[in-house]
């Protein structure tokens, strides 16, 4: 795409110094962007460098740039291979390399090039930066929008580009036309310079492009602001259609190296009864930068492009807002918006919707459109068919209809303009915001994912404590209160699957709200060691144990709220998964106290650990504590996800350190016989406590009976929680 270069065409000078007269012109008229002419003598010339030697490896560069500013894309390429594959390619002729692929649909070759470049450069940030775009490019080729693309009109002898739909009719910049003008001829290209066309009922013109009765038609100038010698175009109207804003040259011009240069500038225009009137000079167009490109936002402000000094690099968009009689300083829109190459053809939606063309961002090849909703996140490509790997700009489209245009050189490089279409359907969302008692937050932040885009953007909620937007068809959202120090997370979800209004609330629960869930036997006894699998909100099922007094207590809110609850403990029932109580989701209490209640299992199953028994000063098992392991043995079979703790305890005769010995041996020795079962060792383990958890008052050098020494000769069971405790 030729015309839209001459934003930034005014760069690139090379150096005067040559071997030879056409070396001379050739560069000259490089230096004057006529580059259509400069392509066949840098051919000449690097033939003869190639055949005799006589020229060095820029000529080939040179030719390779001639060229791709010329749109010979393949021969830019066949050019530049042939320094690289004479091991003469710098950095910037491998990133050149990329860039031709790309515009040629060659995208599986990019890999390989950008591989064998870092081998030699390694430190190359630029190539660092397509080795990890590539993937995103490559995945970018089969990425399908739901837009629809055709084209507007056909056989037109000339190019045109950026339409704008203008009352009933269309405008857009054409160079088919050749208007009478001296010096109508633009060297750069070898066409004629640009200038408005209108088209004035878009409808009745269509339907005569559906008969092929173009003929009717004639294609004229739009007269209603004067037209200027050299390029006008792409120009954008309020929307009330009372102001103007077109591109065209400056009258003064800029000298480079010698080179002169007429840079961009925007010029403004008012409705009035008598016509459009010229407002005053736009106060940031320069001699030394371009400025163009300009589009009113739905506040009034206009975004225009411009590589005025101070931005990311190449052409950068920017924004100023009419404010008490003058335009603000101009605010470029960030490294969220612009790269360090360009960023053109802004169109503000009638929902606030910035798209933009750019070859800065991972796109398919040359310019991209690509898409921003709040100028916080990094734009979003707009798939194909609106993208290809050729330039594709100069995008609108009306919300309402899904109709626009778009501006494309996909067919043998030239210049066209594209009909777009969407599916518009219309969906409202309203998010509420309350309290757990139903009152409205107001000015709170709430935060809307696209999960289908990835993109995000924050929103405060009004008066009413609501916020609505416009969900696009078949996108995904979660919906997402962050929390604060009053009230927990918490979020929802919503699918745009069809027309309508919707509502969805977020209702929040205080930040504090602590649960408890208290566990007892039927004697009202606390039971302590209960295993507790508390689902959460989102599916996962986490584990707990209860304290002492048969408690476990937590903070219940937002993604870590626990909506269900089971229990397991030896000897008594399983309790299966339970809901939490309703007061739990639509109370807006404090505190949360959930009863629980456990039943014993039957007799004939009861692991009787008193049974557990073992003599004085012994660890072998006596037969009656094999058919309690037994239990023990069936009851873990039968909850494979269950771990235990067996653990051995001795009275206090004898020494200290022996009795701890002797407990680790009598628990080893019912941890071996369960393994002996078929039970895996990493689901049970052996603990000796020796004498240091008597039961009763038998320590050292108290006097008491047999039967009481018994009592503390004793195995004990206990669940534990997983090994990755969550």
């Given at each position: 795409?030729?015309?839209?270069?001459?934003?930034?065409?005014?760069?690139?000078?090379?150096?005067?110094?040559?071997?030879?007269?056409?070396?001379?012109?050739?560069?000259?008229?490089?230096?004057?962007?006529?580059?259509?002419?400069?392509?066949?003598?840098?051919?000449?010339?690097?033939?003869?460098?190639?055949?005799?030697?006589?020229?060095?490896?820029?000529?080939?560069?040179?030719?390779?740039?001639?060229?791709?500013?010329?749109?010979?894309?393949?021969?830019?390429?066949?050019?530049?291979?042939?320094?690289?594959?004479?091991?003469?390619?710098?950095?910037?002729?491998?990133?050149?390399?990329?860039?031709?692929?790309?515009?040629?649909?060659?995208?599986?070759?990019?890999?390989?090039?950008?591989?064998?470049?870092?081998?030699?450069?390694?430190?190359?940030?630029?190539?660092?930066?397509?080795?990890?775009?590539?993937?995103?490019?490559?995945?970018?080729?089969?990425?399908?929008?739901?837009?629809?693309?055709?084209?507007?009109?056909?056989?037109?002898?000339?190019?045109?580009?950026?339409?704008?739909?203008?009352?009933?009719?269309?405008?857009?910049?054409?160079?088919?036309?050749?208007?009478?003008?001296?010096?109508?001829?633009?060297?750069?290209?070898?066409?004629?310079?640009?200038?408005?066309?209108?088209?004035?009922?878009?409808?009745?013109?269509?339907?005569?492009?559906?008969?092929?009765?173009?003929?009717?038609?004639?294609?004229?100038?739009?007269?209603?602001?004067?037209?200027t010698n050299p390029h006008d175009g792409p120009i954008s109207f309020s929307s009330d259609l009372t102001r103007a804003y077109i591109t065209t040259n400056q009258t003064v011009e800029d000298k480079v190296n010698s080179v002169k240069f007429s840079r961009l500038q925007l010029k403004m225009y008012v409705k009035r009864q008598a016509g459009w009137i010229e407002k005053d000079v736009f106060p940031f167009n320069s001699e030394k930068y371009s400025t163009g490109h300009a589009v009113e936002d739905t506040s009034g402000a206009i975004i225009f492009a411009s590589d005025r000094p101070g931005g990311f690099g190449g052409v950068d968009l920017y924004k100023t807002t009419f404010i008490d009689k003058e335009w603000t300083a101009p605010v470029n829109l960030g490294p969220t918006i612009n790269s360090e190459k360009d960023e053109l053809f802004p169109y503000i939606s009638s929902t606030g919707v910035l798209y933009f063309a750019s070859n800065g961002w991972p796109g398919m090849g040359g310019l991209d459109v690509f898409y921003s909703e709040n100028l916080q996140q990094n734009p979003i490509h707009l798939g194909s068919p609106i993208n290809s790997p050729a330039d594709d700009f100069g995008f609108n489209v009306n919300e309402e209809t899904g109709k626009g245009f778009l501006s494309s050189n996909r067919n043998e490089w030239k210049d066209q303009i594209f009909s777009i279409s969407k599916p518009v359907v219309n969906i409202d969302l309203l998010v509420k915001l309350q309290n757990c008692n139903g009152k409205a937050l107001r000015s709170y932040s709430v935060l809307i994912r696209d999960l289908t885009t990835k993109a995000s953007f924050v929103q405060r909620t009004n008066e009413a404590g609501e916020y609505g937007f416009k969900p696009k068809f078949e996108h995904n959202y979660n919906i997402v209160f962050q929390g604060n120090a009053l009230f927990g997370a918490d979020s929802i979800?919503?699918?745009?699957?069809?027309?309508?209004?919707?509502?969805?609330?977020?209702?929040?629960?205080?930040?504090?709200?602590?649960?408890?869930?208290?566990?007892?036997?039927?004697?009202?006894?606390?039971?302590?060691?209960?295993?507790?699998?508390?689902?959460?909100?989102?599916?996962?099922?986490?584990?707990?144990?209860?304290?002492?007094?048969?408690?476990?207590?937590?903070?219940?809110?937002?993604?870590?709220?626990?909506?269900?609850?089971?229990?397991?403990?030896?000897?008594?029932?399983?309790?299966?998964?339970?809901k939490m109580p309703i007061t739990e989701t639509s109370g807006c209490i404090d505190t949360i106290s959930v009863p629980v209640k456990m039943t014993p299992i039957q007799r004939k199953d009861f692991i009787n650990l008193d049974l557990i028994l073992y003599a004085y000063n012994k660890f072998e098992l006596r037969p009656e504590s094999k058919l309690e392991l037994d239990k023990l043995v069936r009851y873990m079979k039968e909850r494979p996800d269950i771990r235990v703790e067996l653990s051995s305890h001795t009275d206090s005769r004898g020494v200290a350190i022996y009795n701890l010995d002797l407990s680790n041996n009598r628990s080893k020795s019912c941890v071996e016989y369960i393994i002996s079962k078929g039970i895996e060792s990493t689901r049970i383990i052996a603990m000796g406590y020796g004498e240091s958890q008597l039961v009763n008052k038998c320590a050292d050098d108290v006097p008491c009976t047999e039967v009481e020494h018994q009592q503390n000769r004793r195995t004990e069971l206990k669940l534990l929680l997983p090994t990755t405790v969550e």
């Open positions: 795409m030729k015309h839209y270069l001459s934003i930034i065409a005014l760069f690139v000078v090379f150096s005067a110094n040559s071997q030879s007269y056409k070396a001379s012109y050739a560069t000259e008229l490089s230096n004057r962007l006529n580059f259509v002419e400069a392509y066949p003598i840098w051919v000449e010339l690097s033939n003869d460098f190639i055949q005799k030697k006589k020229g060095n490896w820029d000529y080939l560069r040179k030719t390779t740039e001639a060229a791709r500013q010329s749109e010979h894309f393949e021969e830019a390429l066949k050019w530049n291979n042939q320094i690289i594959e004479n091991q003469q390619g710098t950095e910037e002729d491998y990133l050149q390399a990329i860039e031709l692929n790309c515009l040629l649909n060659h995208h599986s070759q990019i890999v390989s090039i950008i591989d064998a470049a870092l081998v030699k450069f390694p430190a190359s940030t630029k190539l660092v930066e397509w080795k990890k775009n590539a993937p995103i490019i490559i995945e970018q080729i089969n990425e399908k929008s739901e837009y629809k693309v055709e084209l507007f009109s056909k056989n037109k002898s000339g190019e045109e580009f950026a339409a704008y739909p203008f009352r009933q009719g269309l405008i857009y910049v054409s160079n088919q036309f050749d208007n009478g003008f001296a010096n109508r001829f633009y060297g750069r290209t070898g066409q004629y310079f640009t200038d408005l066309i209108y088209i004035e009922n878009l409808k009745s013109y269509e339907e005569e492009l559906s008969k092929k009765k173009t003929s009717l038609f004639k294609d004229v100038s739009w007269d209603g602001i004067k037209r979800y919503f699918e745009a699957k069809e027309d309508g209004k919707f509502t969805k609330t977020l209702q929040l629960g205080f930040k504090e709200t602590v649960t408890t869930i208290r566990v007892k036997d039927l004697k009202n006894k606390p039971l302590g060691g209960v295993m507790l699998n508390l689902k959460l909100k989102n599916g996962k099922i986490i584990k707990k144990i209860t304290a002492k007094d048969g408690t476990y207590t937590w903070v219940n809110e937002g993604v870590n709220k626990v909506d269900a609850y089971a229990a397991n403990l030896i000897n008594y029932q399983d309790l299966p998964m339970v």
